[in-house]
């Protein structure tokens, strides 16, 4: 099974947030809470970005590193969440000790069910997360969005930045910068939809506000 994942992307370690005593206990940090709680934070999330989800995604906890549904090899203790067709795997451990709320991680995670969703509306197949670069700038990008739009999360001075393709980590960062101008202007199930039917190219990798111009350009004109 492939995955995807939310990554610590802030430069802060696990180690670095040794002082868990200090931090006010996050109501949504307990299985049975986030279970009852999450069809309102459905319901709150879809009307905050005009969208539908159809369903609910099967909720799975872990305590992390033993998780037989580990299945990925490479920066296995920074991640957060995972989201596979219909389930979200949360590592309540990592949770508590990293900077994120549940709640942002949660809607980070409903980005990706929102994704498969359409995907199985537009397409009739889950969407495919055996995803390489082009897939993941879109997908995180647009969890991301799902993010910091529903927890008012800053966006920063940040802008889009090409060298950030190299970094698989800044796929978050790049990603959320490549989609947002197009969500902001367009909403996000229409510009959800456009993304997922006209994917980045190998050749608009090395040229992602090419591509994002270009998207905004035949939005515009209504060649949806
Ligand atoms: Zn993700």
Redesign the pocket.
């Known amino acids: 099974m492939k995955w995807?994942?939310?990554?610590l992307t802030l430069g802060i370690s696990l180690a670095s947030c040794a002082s868990q005593g200090d931090k006010v206990p996050d109501p949504l940090l307990n299985s049975s809470v986030l279970e009852d709680q999450l069809s309102e934070i459905m319901e709150s999330d879809s009307h905050r970005l005009g969208i539908t989800f159809s369903g609910r995604p099967t909720l799975v906890f872990s305590s992390g590193v033993t998780s037989a549904l580990d299945v990925s090899a490479d920066s296995k203790q920074y991640e957060l969440?995972?989201?596979n067709s219909k389930a979200i795997l949360f590592y309540l451990d990592r949770i508590d000790v990293s900077p994120f709320t549940v709640r942002e991680i949660v809607d980070?995670?409903l980005?990706?069910y929102y994704i498969d969703n359409r995907s199985k509306i537009i397409f009739g197949k889950n969407r495919d997360m055996n995803q390489d670069k082009k897939e993941r700038l879109i997908?995180?990008g647009i969890?991301?969005y799902f993010r910091r739009q529903i927890n008012n999360v800053q966006s920063g001075p940040g802008r889009l930045d090409q060298t950030d393709v190299r970094n698989r980590k800044a796929d978050?960062v790049a990603g959320y910068y490549l989609v947002k101008p197009i969500l902001d202007r367009f909403g996000v199930k229409k510009g959800v939809d456009y993304l997922l039917q006209h994917p980045l190219t190998y050749k608009d990798l090395t040229n992602l506000s090419g591509y994002q111009k270009r998207i905004i350009t035949e939005m515009g004109r209504g060649k949806t």
């Open positions: 995807s994942h939310l990554l969440e995972k989201y980070h995670a980005g990706h997908d995180e969890a991301e978050y």
